[in-house]
């Protein structure tokens, strides 16, 4: 069983900054992707950001692209979400995810993903 364990979260004023971080239990699993989920009350689970942990090759909702920045320390076993220019559509819990299958190319559905963390709170402000 793989533990995923987000932080960072919190609120700030539309505009600001802040890095979400999700550290994995065991490094000996050998995710293929890593992603961020978010949800707000009332709306269904959106997609963030992906990254294909072994070419780094990313991607982004239209709705966060340009402002937020996902990446990954492999030494440190942790994934990151830079997430700046905060407007008050991006409070939600936001959820990290790793999956270890191959899918063809393409990106795995949030359904696909195996593993998922417990969540961290963004809020913002205006």
Same mark, same amino acid.
Not at 41 to 46: A, D, I, L
């Given at each position: 069983q793989v533990h995923l364990v987000e932080s960072g979260g919190g609120s700030v004023q539309a505009g600001g900054s802040l890095r979400l971080s999700c550290t994995t239990s065991d490094n000996t699993y050998n995710s293929r992707y890593m992603g961020w989920f978010r949800q707000a009350?009332?709306? &269904?689970? &959106?997609a963030v950001a992906f990254i294909s942990t072994r070419d780094t090759y990313t991607y982004y909702a239209d709705s966060v692209r340009g402002r937020f920045t996902i990446s990954q320390d492999n030494a440190k076993d942790t994934l990151y979400l830079q997430m700046n220019s905060l407007k008050p559509d991006d409070t939600a819990m936001y959820y990290c995810a790793a999956e270890a299958g191959y899918y063809g190319g393409r990106w795995p559905r949030a359904d696909e993903y195996s593993y998922w963390g417990q969540g961290t709170q963004v809020t913002v402000s205006s």
């Open positions: 009350p009332g709306k &269904e689970r &959106e």
